[in-house]
């Protein structure tokens, strides 16, 4: 398989420091020891750009980096191999905890708010978005809003980069998804939660998930990626919409699996593949994460070795 001819991006807007600590049972009012612990440079689109490297596909990460967490996060990305243009701010970037229980599954995960961005801190990403964009080039946006920015940014950093020919890839939720998809993203990847939140609704059948995929394309997004868990992944274009499901699997954990499968979908996307091919690489990079401890990515054998198991059907 060849390198993207495309360049890709990623943008992490709340980056964080994601903290696992592995303990064996989850209990409340206790001290809990942990057995394991663990260190990822997270932060959705900074898992993004860990797990296209794992597939061997090269990307340059932008977002905002501050104080003693940030300097760890762009060591920590610099020795992958990631290439890095961070806007470095007064803040202190955040860091993100998961407390999970050995071998079943459960875990507690809280999220800091971030350190709160300028306006000027701001305009100084959108300058390097100017700057990089060129037609074609792929974009991933995804993750929280930090204290500070408005939840038009991502609406507006997609027009920027829309007006300049880019394809600007969005996951996020709430109002920062729904004004985001107003703008147009070339993809939008929400999961089932983020999807029933902004439709209002409950998504239970098929006839809901291809609902989600009708009220996404209206909105000028060419390809919608509802993810679905266990359940694989629904991938619509206005000509086609197909399924993808994972084999049964044992899962370790599944934070960062729905940024391991945008970099699935982009791998595929970026070598030309079809829909239903852009679906199983898609999965198979998901659930191959989810195999993983931490915010682990999977590597590229493993996904190549799902990928086989993968299901793919038509659903329109
Ligand atoms: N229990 C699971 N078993 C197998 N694969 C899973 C499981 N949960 C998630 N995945 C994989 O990760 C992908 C994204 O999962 P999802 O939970 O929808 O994303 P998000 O992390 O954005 O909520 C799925 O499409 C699937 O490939
Ligand atoms: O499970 P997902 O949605 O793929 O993302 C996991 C990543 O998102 C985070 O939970 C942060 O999420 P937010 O940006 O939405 O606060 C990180 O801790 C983790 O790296």
Request: no cysteine; glycine share 14%; charged share 20%.
């Given at each position: 398989m060849t390198e993207p001819l495309l360049p890709v991006f990623t943008v992490t807007l709340n980056p964080g420091l994601d903290r696992t600590l592995v303990v064996p049972r989850l209990q409340e009012n206790v001290v809990l020891r942990a057995v394991e612990s663990r260190l990822d440079w997270g932060g959705k689109g900074f898992n993004v750009s860990r797990a296209l490297q794992a597939l061997g596909v090269p990307s340059t990460a932008l977002g905002f980096v501050g104080g003693a967490t940030g300097q760890l996060l762009e060591r920590g990305l610099s020795g992958l191999g990631i290439a890095t243009d961070f806007v470095h701010i007064q803040g202190e970037t955040r860091t993100n905890t998961v407390i999970a229980e050995a071998h079943s599954g459960r875990y507690i995960k809280v999220n800091e708010a971030g350190p709160t961005v300028t306006p000027a801190e701001l305009a100084g990403l959108r300058a390097r978005l100017m700057d990089l964009a060129t037609p074609g080039s792929y974009w991933v946006l995804a993750g929280s809003l930090p204290p500070g920015?408005?939840?038009t940014c991502y609406g507006e950093l997609i027009a920027v980069l829309r007006e300049r020919g880019a394809r600007p890839m969005l996951d996020t939720s709430g109002e920062a998804l729904r004004l985001g998809c107003a703008a147009g993203p070339f993809l939008v990847k929400p999961n089932q939660e983020e999807a029933a939140e902004l439709l209002g609704?409950?998504?239970?059948?098929q006839a809901d998930r291809l609902d989600t995929v009708a009220f996404f394309l209206e909105?000028?997004?060419e390809l919608v990626a509802l993810s679905l868990g266990a359940e694989g992944l629904v991938l619509g274009s206005r000509s086609e919409v197909v399924q993808a499901v994972p084999p049964a699997v044992t899962v370790q954990t599944v934070v960062g699996v729905g940024d391991a499968l945008l970099a699935g979908i982009l791998w595929a996307l970026v070598r030309g593949a079809t829909l239903a091919d852009v679906a199983r690489w898609g999965v198979a990079a998901g659930t191959a994460a989810a195999q993983?401890?931490?915010?682990g990515v999977g590597s590229r054998a493993s996904v190549e070795a799902l990928y086989g198991q993968v299901r793919v059907f038509t659903l329109r």
């Open positions: 920015v408005p939840s609704r409950p998504l239970r059948t909105q000028g997004v993983e401890p931490g915010v």
